[in-house]
């Protein structure tokens, strides 16, 4: 069985796992303050971040982008502190927002959170304070020790106040690390050095002392050892006692010579010092003692950042492999650890009863005992109190203190151990009802109560029954506190505290009997009833049935009370209370309706019985209640009839709810009923829900009852808003009807909605004496002509003259027409339309009367209007028509006339003169028209005319239009007609633009020409040029020369580029040649004309720079580097270096390019340019120039040159470049391509470059220099990435020894790290395996291992694989490996010490079996060593498969203990084989788990007697009595059979026996079961057996003590028989009753006296009626 440990050991996080980079994982990248985060700085390519992991939910890391030298993250919060140089800032990363920054004097070398608000910050000098509240800033604690001065600061404590702060460092002295510490008191000043390495502050309280002490706990790896001390800092508080200094010896196991403290924690639950050291070993310490508890490795890597882990009071940490793992006590085993493993059961009796764990129970028990029976009930009753998990404190320790008695003028025990208890903390049940009875009983209920307040005592329902006898609100505080719900409440009521019981029930979720309590409270307090009713529904649930509670109510008559309650109860109108909502409103409606009208005025219900509460309210005379809840329309129409008893609005709004055939009989029933009263309401009623009801139906109602006052009221009051015809007609009938004929003329006059014609007719037969109303509908519906008929006819002609004058004027056109159609006299007309002025439309006037053709009519009445002043249109349009029809002068008069409209009498005069409508049309610019007569009429020069002096281009966009027919006519007159009359530019430019735009580019030329080249005043006008050159271009290209030559005032560059996007390249060269712009025209003849040789020529001609300039850049694109360069020349250009420059070396023209160089250099010293000249030096071998070039003053780039001089291989030049600038990594790769070496390791010398040692290390390999290549390597090695690829290019080139050799002088390097090591190792596998075994010895823990396995598993080196899994604590491999190769890998002890620590169980089966193949013999060592983790029963089954069960017995017997089936079965079947029947007869009765039935039916066919006898005593063990006797039959066993009888208890068997025996003949036998037998056998049957057989005398014996036996048996009945009649005799006759006994003081089973009845009345209780009377006739108990 495993040992059971002390601590639970777990693995929280891999940071791998999470994507932490392994590289980041280490003391300068990763922090963290506590067990929530952890910080970690990484670098993703060029980018920093940090990364946040929250430990609980570590699977989604915050990332962030920050670039900081440190980070570390708030122990409680998301708020992180970021270092970047001494400039500090603080975060909230929830908040995204930053808290505060400071800038520091001095380099912050350590820093840490030392609470949630405070940052320690530890410079080089000082140590400082850093508050995250408010703004101030760092504030400085104290100076560094100088002890300090060359020491790592790797941590900062302060303690729990902040009065002793405490810096720790290390530094590596004489071979090993030492801890530096310093140790500041704050309230002294002063500081102290230490020595040690970790260190923490706690806080412990001694036994016995009132204050805890401040502790100051640390650990130091000295030259003497490794020590623990602790100290108490300061002085101690008052009464406390001193706590005394610890200094204990730390070990530190013989691998670990080099190891040392790194962490300390202290459990504040647990008081145990946890203290992490380098090499991955935790200890475990007692803060009070100082004693070791435990001490194991959990981490291979060093656990370089701890924090305390609240959750378990352990401590976590973080290893460099990124493991985050954590460390606390295991509650259940510790305390058995300390007691089995350590021994001490001081030690665990202090840490069990300090923190309350289990495990030490017996080790209490003992104690306690022990004391107890000393006498020493003190020290008794101290060890009770203390013992964990409360194991002593029962019933029965109270009750052996109650037992022992007190002495004289002592304190009992008894008091003293419940003065203990107290003082420790609470008592539990039993102890405080022990306590509070003897307490209640001397009247000294205070203590009871300042126990309750200081929480002394554990209330429970007994304690609170005991205190009730005396002090019911004790009692009630008691129940309170031990949460009994019955008896508080009960309290409650008793005490009147009736408001608090319902609170508490909801507090406690407690349902009492609340009907019951509420029946009670109201007979005692009827309001303080009520407001308790309420209360029970509050809530939306009610605590008890409402109706229940109704009853009550009702009980009392007390109505209003019950209204109010309910009112509250059913306040959320739910549906199931639909019949409670009836109960109230019935019992208002017949004791208060104004009640129940108010309740159904608020609408608050809305599922009570509606039928039902309708008639009540009908009853009760609320008819308005009783229609809303009606639905039947016989009751509805009985109750509406009454419209005196109802509010009329209130009445109108209930027709909305009834329907629409519902509402017309209500109506109607109305009418009926009391047509006078009810008819203003009935309209009301129509008027409002017309729209529902249909107008024309309540229409025919009211006409069914004559009621023509009632239609017009209802139709006046919705005619205004109606829009049908039959409403506006009846309307006016019925106004008409009832005399109302100014309502007639307004509707008449305002209505849109009536047929006009109906109306027309209906007033027409209607006679009215004002014939207004029909002048209004005819003259709005245009009937005016039939209204001038009827009104002549009719001799009503003043109707005429009113209407005309002052109904609507301007209507006399229709009423002079309809007059002339009557043939009225003109003079009366002539006198109707003087009295009507200017109010009518004179158009329409002449319109009339020009129909009858009596125009000349108006003539003198034009006239006089027209000397009148008036500049009206019609007017003078109509006079205009007279002049015309009378040629009366009519084209002076349109030439002079400027008030008639053009277009009228242009259109008039079309037909009549076609010159006279072109004077109409002109004169009002009606442009369309005018063109239209002029083209009809082919009046084409008066049209060019028009259109040249109108200037619109869209009238000349119309006319010039493709489809126009007209359009060469119209052409050929505007060129030689009207441009040559006009005089003004604009005129031609809006033409020229006109025909631009009709695309005529020939008629333009043609226009242009005649313009331009005709001498004509615009003939040097610019814009002309331009254009006829334009149009030339587009047009006729043949004659764009001559333009060009003959004109001269043109825009030569605008037009010479138009030219050449025309491709007329010629013309656009003659341009800029004409007028001297050069570098245009070389240009054309270079990019168009391309012929350079004309070029050339033509630059020649001119020689000027920039024609020099561009030639040379278009010889530089054709590739003629050399003329083109000549031409730079000669342009004095070098502008275009950079582009000459790289032509020129792609044609390898370094020749030119020197001289071009030269005198770009001449002009401008820029840096390119000399660059590139001195590369071209390098380049023409002009060695010499170069190198006085370079020791000049100069801008140029030497290294690049030099660079690619060695790119280019010319290493001579770059030998002289590289030494110039001083590039001595660049010089060394060159002078190894030199073949100088020595020179080259020189030079990578003093550049000290990693790359550079590399190229120089890798040039002497390759050339063999092997001494030169090691001085190299060994500056390479101590590089871990650049190890690989060093010993890749050795290996490649098979130089092995040499290697070797290089990395064993490497070894002794200060800088060497594990990759050389494992490196080495590897080589060694390969090459020199011989010395890998003393190598991995020397150096296993600084190799790689998993990269090591890998090599020696490939070279099959067996020995060196086991001895590396070993170590790597990979246990399973390691195994494998020997079995696998047994004879060079497997050594005895080696296999047994590291197959017990395999992590999988299938590996012990594999060594059996290897065992078994291999090492037979050792077989039952393996065994016994793996047996405690050991599957015995798989074992012993995989031995019996293979045949080799024989070789493992020892193992069997050894493990026989735990009574497995399997190794019992295969054990016994194993001695059996061997005929061991004594070992077998052991090995059964020990140990009985195997199949005894099987077993025993095996062994009763065995050869030998004993193993039969066996299989009988098996028969036995398993209650088959009858197989087991038979098979002793057979053998004859008589003893075992006659045992085996008597042990059967079975009468049969025995008698059975017996007879066997007699059928035998064997009576000795027959004789001695007798005895053997005897209580199981029958005296009759004995007897008979004798008898028949003739052997009385062997029966004798037996008969003999039967009888004796039976004679006793007799005298004992007949003494007992004497001993009952005489305790008759004395008995005395008792009485039937007793006194009864208090319910709580009688016993159980004692029955209490019935209850007896009460009388009616009792405790001032009214008899209820409805409720039988216990007791009294009719009551159910008398009859």
């Known amino acids: 069985m ?231 800092v300061g002085s101690p508080a008052a009464g406390n006692q001193p706590f005394a200094k610890k200094a204990v010896d730390v070990f530190f196991p013989p691998e670990a010579q080099n190891d040392f403290p790194v962490a300390m924690q202290i459990s504040t639950k647990y008081d145990i010092i946890y203290m992490v050291t380098k090499y991955g070993y935790i200890h475990l310490y007692d803060l009070e003692t100082g004693t070791c508890i435990y001490m194991n490795r959990i981490s291979a890597e060093t656990i370089f950042v701890t924090a305390p882990y609240e959750p378990t009071s352990g401590i976590i940490g973080v290893n460099r492999k990124g493991q985050v793992l954590s460390v606390t006590v295991e509650e259940e085993n510790i305390i058995q650890y300390i007691t089995n493993s350590l021994n001490n059961a001081d030690l665990a009796l202090r840490i069990a009863s300090r923190n309350n764990l289990p495990g030490a129970e017996d080790l209490f028990v003992r104690k306690f005992n022990a004391l107890f029976q000393s006498g020493n009930y003190s020290e008794a009753a101290k060890a009770a109190a203390q013992a964990p998990k409360g194991i002593l404190r029962t019933p029965q320790t109270i009750q052996r203190f109650q037992q022992v008695p007190t002495q004289p003028g002592q304190t009992s025990p008894l008091l003293q151990y419940f003065g203990i208890l107290l003082d420790q903390g609470q008592l539990n049940k039993y102890e405080s009802l022990e306590l509070c009875r003897p307490v209640l009983q001397q009247g000294r209920k205070q203590l009871i109560e300042k126990w309750l307040k200081e929480e002394k005592l554990e209330c429970s329902e007994e304690l609170g029954d005991l205190v009730k006898t005396t002090d019911p609100t004790l009692a009630l505080s008691v129940y309170l506190r031990a949460n009994v719900p019955n008896k508080v409440i009960q309290c409650f009521a008793e005490t009147g505290q009736f408001q608090k019981i319902i609170l508490y029930a909801k507090k406690v979720n407690f349902t009492p009997d609340y009907v019951f309590l509420l029946r009670n409270i109201m007979r005692i307090n009827p309001e303080q009833g009520t407001q308790f009713a309420q209360m029970m529904v509050s809530d939306d649930e009610p605590m008890a049935d409402i109706n229940q509670i109704v009853d009550v109510f009702m009980e009392a008559n007390m109505i209003q009370q019950c209204t109010a309650f309910l009112l509250d109860a059913l306040k959320n109108n739910r549906p199931s209370e639909g019949a409670l909502q009836t109960r109230l409103l019935e019992m208002n409606l017949m004791h208060a309706p104004q009640v129940a009208d108010a309740i159904m005025g608020n609408q608050m219900f809305t599922h009570y019985d509606r039928p039902h509460v309708a008639q009540l309210c009908e009853k009760a005379g609320l008819l308005q209640r009783a229609l809303e809840h009606y639905t039947d329309l016989y009751d509805i129409k009985r109750a509406v009839v009454h419209t005196h008893m109802l509010n009329a609005e209130w009445l109108v709004n209930y027709f909305g709810s009834l329907s629409v055939e519902d509402s017309l009989e209500c109506i109607k029933a109305m009418l009926q009923a009391n047509l006078r009263q009810n008819l203003q309401v009935c309209v009301q009623i129509a008027t409002k829900y017309h729209e529902q009801l249909g107008t024309n139906a309540i229409i025919e109602l009211f006409e069914t009852f004559k009621s023509f006052e009632g239609l017009f009221y209802f139709l006046g009051s919705i005619v205004n808003f109606s829009q049908e015809a039959d409403v506006h007609f009846k309307y006016i009938q019925a106004a008409c009807k009832t005399g109302q004929i100014k309502e007639v003329e307004r509707i008449c006059r305002e209505s849109n909605c009536y047929d006009a014609e109906r109306v027309k007719n209906f ?322 003849l270079i990019d168009h004309v391309a012929n350079l040789d004309r070029a050339y020529e033509f630059a020649e001609r001119c020689n000027d720079d920039a024609v020099w300039s561009l030639l040379a850049r278009a010889q530089l694109k054709e590739g003629l580097v050399k003329e083109a360069i000549d031409s730079y020349i000669k342009a004095s250009d070098p502008s275009q270096y950079m582009e000459v420059v790289q032509i020129a070396q792609n044609s390898d023209n370094w020749e030119e390019l020197v001289k071009y160089l030269q005198m770009a250099r001449s002009k401008a010293r820029e840096t390119y340019v000399e660059t590139e000249l001195i590369f071209a030096y390098a380049k023409t071998n002009r060695l010499a120039d170069l190198e006085e070039f370079i020791s000049g003053p100069n801008h140029a780039n030497i290294t690049s040159v030099a660079d690619r001089c060695f790119d280019q291989q010319m290493y001579e030049p770059a030998k002289l470049l590289y030494n110039n600038v001083s590039n001595f990594a660049r010089l060394a790769i060159t002078l190894v391509h030199l073949g100088e070496y020595q020179g080259a390791v020189d030079s990578a010398r003093k550049a000290n470059s990693t790359r550079t040692w590399k190229e120089v290390c890798f040039a002497c390999v390759d050339h063999e220099e092997f001494r030169l290549a090691q001085m190299c390597g060994l500056h390479i090695v101590v590089h871990a990435d650049e190890l690989e690829e060093l010993i890749n290019y050795y290996q490649d080139r098979g130089h092995f020894e040499e290697l070797i050799t290089m990395l064993e002088a490497a070894l002794g390097l200060e800088r060497a790290h594990m990759g050389m090591f494992t490196e080495l190792a590897i080589l060694y596998s390969k090459y020199k395996p011989q010395k890998m075994r003393e190598h991995l010895e020397l150096f296993w823990s600084r190799v790689n291992i998993p990269k090591v396995l890998r090599a020696a598993e490939q070279a099959h080196l067996w020995s060196e694989l086991v001895f590396l899994y070993d170590k790597y604590e990979e246990y399973d491999n390691a195994v494998l490996t020997m079995m696998k190769h047994p004879s060079i890998a497997w050594r005895e002890n080696h296999f047994k010490d590291i197959i017990t620590k395999v992590a999988n169980i299938e590996i012990y089966y594999k060594g059996l079996q290897f065992y078994v193949d291999f090492k037979p013999l050792l077989l039952n060592d393996l065994l016994l060593v793996l047996s405690p983790r050991l599957d015995h029963t798989r074992a012993v089954a995989m031995f019996l498969k293979n045949g080799h069960i024989a070789l493992i017995k020892p193992y069997m017997r050894s493990v026989q203990n735990n009574n497995n089936k399997t190794v019992n079965e295969a054990l016994n079947n194993l001695l059996i084989e061997e005929e061991d029947h004594q070992g077998l007869k052991a090995s059964i009765e020990a140990f009985d788990n195997f199949d005894n039935i099987g077993l025993a039916q095996k062994l009763e066919k065995h050869e030998l007697l004993e193993f039969r006898r066996i299989a009988a005593f098996l028969y036995k063990g398993n209650n088959r009595w009858k197989q087991s006797v038979e098979l002793c039959k057979r053998d004859k066993l008589y003893k075992d059979c006659m045992t085996y009888a008597a042990e059967s208890r079975n009468v049969d068997i025995a008698e059975e026996l017996i007879d066997w025996f007699l059928e035998e003949k064997n009576y000795e036998c027959f004789a001695a079961c007798l005895y053997t037998c005897y209580d199981l056998l029958r005296p009759d049957v004995v007897l008979e057996l004798a008898w028949r057989n003739n052997i009385i005398d062997f029966a004798m014996p037996y008969m003999i003590n039967t009888m004796r036996e039976f004679g006793s048996r007799l005298d004992k009945l007949e003494q007992a028989e004497t001993v009952r009649t005489e305790n008759e005799e004395e008995t005395q006759p008792q009485p039937m009753l007793m006194a009864p006994q208090l319910m709580l003081t009688a016993g159980p089973g004692v029955a209490m006296p019935p209850p007896q009845a009460m009388p009616p009345g009792a405790y001032g209780v009214p008899p209820q009626p409805g409720f039988p009377q216990p007791g009294y006739p009719g009551g159910g108990y008398g009859m």
Not at 6 to 20: C, D, K, N, Y
Not at 138 to 145: A, G
């Open 763 to 1084: 007033l027409k037969e209607a006679k009215l004496t004002d014939q207004l109303p029909l002048i209004i509908v005819c003259d709005r519906f245009d009937f005016v002509h039939d209204l001038v008929l009827y009104l002549y006819r009719n001799n009503l002609q003043k109707y005429i003259e009113i209407y005309v004058q002052k109904v609507n004027p301007s209507r006399l056109p229709v009423v002079i027409g309809g007059l002339l159609d009557v043939d009225c006299s003109e003079d009366i007309i002539k006198q109707l339309i003087l009295v009507v002025k200017g109010q009518f439309s004179t158009d329409e006037l002449v319109e009339e009367v020009e129909k009858r053709n009596r125009l000349k009519l108006l003539l003198p009445w034009l006239e006089t209007r027209i000397h009148e002043g008036s500049t009206e249109p019609a007017t003078h349009n109509a006079l205009a028509k007279i002049y015309i029809d009378s040629n009366n002068n009519p084209e002076r008069f349109l030439k002079e006339n400027q008030f008639y409209d053009s277009r009228v009498v242009g259109k008039y005069c079309e037909k009549r003169d076609p010159h006279l409508a072109f004077v109409a049309y002109e004169r009002g610019q009606c442009d369309m028209e005018l063109v239209k007569v002029c083209n009809e009429n082919s009046l084409f020069k008066s049209e060019s005319r028009y259109l040249v002096a109108r200037r619109d281009p869209d009238l000349w966009a119309e006319v010039l239009n493709p489809e126009n027919e007209y359009r060469r006519q119209l052409i050929d007159q505007v060129v030689q007609t009207a441009l040559s009359e006009t005089q003004d530019p604009e005129d031609i430019s809006v033409t020229v633009k006109a025909f631009m735009t009709a695309d005529l580019p020939n008629e333009l030329i043609e226009l242009l020409e005649k313009i331009v080249l005709d001498g004509t005043a615009f003939s040097e006008h610019r814009n002309l040029q331009n254009l006829l050159i334009l149009t030339a271009i587009k047009a006729d290209r043949s004659r764009v020369m001559e333009y060009i030559n003959r004109l001269d005032n043109y825009d030569a560059p605008d037009i010479a580029n138009i030219a050449i996007t025309s491709e007329l390249y010629e013309e656009a060269f003659a341009i800029f040649k004409k007028f001297e712009v050069n570098t245009s025209a070389i240009q054309v």
């Open 2 to 232: 495993s040992q059971l440990l002390p601590i639970r050991f777990q693995e929280h996080l891999q940071l791998t796992a999470v994507g932490i980079n392994a590289a980041n994982i280490g003391f300068s990248s990763l922090t963290m303050e506590s067990d929530k985060f952890i910080c970690v700085r990484e670098k993703v390519g060029d980018t920093s971040q940090v990364v946040i992991i929250d430990m609980n939910d570590s699977s989604n890391p915050i990332r962030r982008p920050i670039t900081a030298d440190s980070a570390i993250m708030n122990p409680a919060s998301k708020v992180i502190a970021l270092k970047a140089g001494r400039t500090l800032q603080i975060f909230n990363i929830e908040m995204k927002s930053k808290v505060k920054a400071t800038t520091m004097n001095e380099d912050v070398v350590f820093w840490k959170w030392i609470n949630v608000n405070t940052l320690g910050l530890v410079t080089e000098a000082s140590v400082y304070h850093w508050s995250m509240e408010g703004d101030s800033q760092p504030t400085k604690m104290f100076d560094r020790h100088s002890s300090l001065s060359a020491c790592q600061i790797i941590n900062y404590r302060v303690s729990h106040d902040l009065k002793w702060l405490l810096v720790v460092g290390i530094s590596a002295q004489q071979n090993r690390v030492v801890g530096a510490m310093q140790l500041y008191s704050v309230e002294r000043k002063v500081s102290q050095p230490i020595e040690g390495h970790a260190a923490a502050f706690a806080q412990f309280k001694s036994p016995g002392n009132a204050e805890p002490s401040n502790l100051f706990t640390f650990g130091v790896r000295g030259t003497a050892g490794g020590k623990l001390h602790i100290i108490e």
